[in-house]
């Protein structure tokens, strides 16, 4: 008996102390399909799956509150390559590179904004984005890209997203890498492994998730939720405040200058290689909808604005440039951002789809089929 008592206090003590971890550390645990299928250390998602399941908005989680969350089924699917295609395009005539947008987080295949671009073009249109910032370096790194490059590539980042990157990567295995890096990547481990345990209390153990759920939703009560926001509708969403969307911070803190170079050395490497570029970032929600975050939030923003700065400087540049702003503030409702998701819905992928079609249509071949 004593042994069994042993054993149920020992239990709960490491249960109750895992639990606790979980609690603390893991702040935002989406259970995705992006999530599922991302590998971080190839920057792509594994190839050639298929997950279809329901999801909630990485806002939705980061609340931990049931009355806030709206699930929704999706199914996302990739190619042999490792990126979110139904079909494997070895030599694609139109790539849309970017983020988590791109990739279409929180949207079904059909959703996507290259699915409709391609709709709307009547011609396929890759997919290559990931969860790494720095999309153009990957690109660049592409071997099938090297060999025959598209005829255009648009590139969609986030607009928060935007810092100046370099536009390639060194290959990991070019050179031992020096002190700080060494030291750098086993703290990363431990962090990892660490999140790892948390990611899975959260997500396999059902108690530990009630808990965080009741704690959440007391919290709540208590004391309302700063990412809830009021639509005139009446409905409430959840958005980033405009500090995590980048929008207060003043656009030289962001290196605002060495962003139009990075840019504009883009554009001037595949203009060399006989590809045309678009330039047209993903304007946050705050950019939108203003009036939806608190006057204190809005003060603070600058005069003018990163993005506006970023696409002045740009097109001064030479650098063709889609503005996704214009479009959005002109077809503002319905809401254009998943409920409980800091990413955008159908809706605006439709919108941006019909933006990009309206100056490609005009100009490219669409009936070439020697690609």
Do not use: K
């Amino acid at each position: 008996m004593n042994d069994a008592r042993r054993f149920v206090l020992v239990f709960l003590a490491l249960w109750t102390a895992l639990g606790a971890v979980s609690l603390v550390r893991f702040d935002a645990p989406e259970f995705r399909a992006w999530e599922h299928l991302y590998d971080p250390d190839q920057h792509r998602f594994a190839p050639e799956r298929r997950i279809v399941m329901q999801e909630i908005g990485d806002l939705g989680y980061r609340t931990w509150n049931r009355a806030w969350q709206a699930p929704r089924d999706t199914a996302f699917t990739t190619d042999r390559f490792g990126y979110r295609n139904l079909e494997a395009e070895t030599h694609p005539r139109i790539v849309v590179i970017g983020d988590s947008y791109v990739a279409g987080a929180g949207l079904s295949d059909d959703e996507t904004v290259t699915a409709r671009l391609s709709a709307a073009l009547g011609v396929p249109v890759y997919n290559f984005a990931g969860e790494n910032l720095n999309a153009p370096a990957l690109f660049l790194r592409e071997p099938r890209f090297g060999r025959q490059p598209p005829d255009v590539v648009i590139w969609a980042p986030v607009a928060r997203g935007i810092a100046p990157r370099p536009l390639f990567f060194r290959p990991p295995d070019e050179a031992e890498p020096g002190l700080f890096e060494s030291v750098q990547t086993a703290g990363a481990a431990v962090e990892a492994s660490l999140g790892r345990v948390a990611e899975r209390l959260n997500r396999d153990n059902g108690l530990v998730r009630e808990s965080r759920f009741a704690l959440q939703g007391a919290l709540a009560r208590w004391r309302g939720d700063p990412l809830l926001r009021t639509l005139p509708s009446g409905e409430q969403v959840l958005a980033l405040d405009l500090v995590d969307q980048g929008l207060t911070t003043p656009p030289e803190a962001r290196d605002v200058a060495q962003c139009i170079e990075m840019v504009a050395a883009l554009s001037h490497v595949l203009r060399q290689a006989g590809v045309r570029f678009v330039f047209s970032p993903v304007p946050e929600s705050g950019t939108i909808y203003p009036e939806l975050f608190p006057e204190a939030e809005r003060r603070a923003r600058p005069t003018p604005p990163f993005l506006e700065q970023l696409l002045a400087g740009v097109r001064a540049r030479g650098v063709e440039v889609v503005d996704l702003s214009r479009a959005f503030e002109a077809s503002r409702w319905p809401y254009l951002y998943l409920p409980d998701d800091s990413h955008w819905n159908a809706r605006a992928t439709q919108l941006a789809a019909a933006s990009w079609a309206e100056v490609l249509s005009g100009e490219i071949d669409l009936a070439r089929t020697d690609r």
